[in-house]
Structures are given as C-alpha cells and as structure tokens.
Nanobody, 123 residues
Framework: EVQLVESGGGLVQPGGSLRLSCAAS????????MSWVRQAPRKGLEWVSG????????SYANSVKGRFTISRDNAKNTLYLQMNSLKPEDTAVYYC????????????????WGQGTQVTVSS
C-alpha cells in the first residue's frame, strides 16, 4: 500500500519556523520526483517546491523563495520542507506529492498524495 504521511505542521507566530516531514512507503521513493503543494482556505492548490529524484535539483515558487528549503533523504524515504520567516499568507494545508520521474516537477499533477498537515501562521 502506497503511503505518504506528512507531519510537523502546527501553529507558529509570524517570523517563526517549522520543519515538515513526509514519510513515504509502498513504492520506490528514490525513483520519484517529489513536491510540496499547499491549499489555503477557500483557494486552489498551489505548488510550493519540487525536488528531483536524487535531490540534486530543487525549485521554488516565487512566494517562498529564499524562505523555504526542500530536501530529501532517500535512505530514509523521507521528504522535508524547512520553512523559515513564516508569514500569515503561508497558512494552508501542506501536502507532499510524488510523480514517477527523474526530473523535478512544478504543478499539481502527481501519482501519489499525502493526507496533508495544517500550518497556521498567526499571532
């Protein structure tokens, strides 16, 4: 059974940091490009960041560039998102998603999705 399980979300003050994790199982994680996608209240899905299968290439949405860092540990089948300098507009449910590809992807079309973790940035 394929599973992507996100963790690490929560309530944080503006300017704070959080580190999201996504534990993968049931498929060959190292063969998949991975991304973080978020959905704010009453809005559509927004691609946040992507990483290629080996971790050597990354990309970010302009809204998070310079504040967020995506990484992966293929030995642990885990994807990460380090989020710094958080803003209220970063409030959303964050999903990890995977696509069987050697190259990083930017978008909302994936083979597998996690259940999401809530991030709330508020004072």
């Amino acid at each position: 059974e394929v599973q992507l399980v996100e963790s690490g979300g929560g309530l944080v003050q503006p300017g704070g940091s959080l580190r999201l994790s996504c534990a993968a199982s049931g498929f060959t994680f190292s063969n998949y490009a991975m991304s973080w996608v978020r959905q704010a209240p009453r809005k559509g899905l927004e691609w946040v960041s992507g990483i290629n299968f080996g971790g050597s290439a990354t990309s970010y949405a302009n809204s998070v560039k310079g504040r967020f860092t995506i990484s992966r540990d293929n030995a642990k089948n885990t994807l990460y998102l380090q989020m710094n300098s958080l803003k209220p507009e970063d409030t959303a449910v964050y999903y990890c998603a995977g696509l069987q590809s050697r190259y990083l992807v930017a978008g909302t079309e994936y083979d597998y999705w996690g259940q999401g973790t809530q991030v709330t940035v508020s004072s």
